[in-house]
């Protein structure tokens, strides 16, 4: 079992910056895949960056060139850095990860959240304009 504890979030101007964590902790070494994903309301849960405990990243084009997704080098904990926020970009941001030894073939996969066991409880990111 997985556990996913967020910090983070929070309400910025458009063009402002804020930084989300997500510590993982109850599986030993991570070898698996975590990723950020977010749902504003009325919209499906969407995938905005993924990373692969071998470092390899993931994102959703309308994010790319803006958020940075990271891990420490213990692996345990995932950090998305987000600027030149926009308003778009208001959601709950949740943090997940995928089940030990389940392998994503590509960014579009890394990016689904069904394939994602387990979640955090969500913090909210708020720009406004």
């Known amino acids: 079992q997985v556990q996913l504890v967020e910090s983070g979030g929070g309400s910025v101007q458009s063009g402002g910056s804020l930084r989300l964590s997500c510590a993982a902790s109850g599986y030993g070494y991570r070898t698996y895949c975590m990723g950020w994903f977010r749902q504003a309301p009325g919209k499906e849960r969407e995938g905005v960056a993924a990373i692969d405990s071998d470092g390899s990243t993931s994102y959703v084009d309308s994010v790319k060139g803006r958020f940075t997704i990271s891990q420490d080098n213990a692996k345990t904990t995932v950090t998305l850095q987000m600027n030149s926020l926009k308003p778009e970009d208001t959601a709950m941001y949740y943090c997940?990860?995928?089940?030990?030894?389940?392998?994503?073939?590509?960014?579009?996969?890394?990016?689904?959240?069904?394939?994602?066991?387990?979640w955090g409880q969500g913090t909210q990111v708020t720009v406004s304009s």
């Open positions: 997940a990860a995928a089940s030990p030894g389940v392998y994503f073939p590509n960014s579009a996969a890394a990016l689904t959240p069904f394939r994602y066991t387990y």
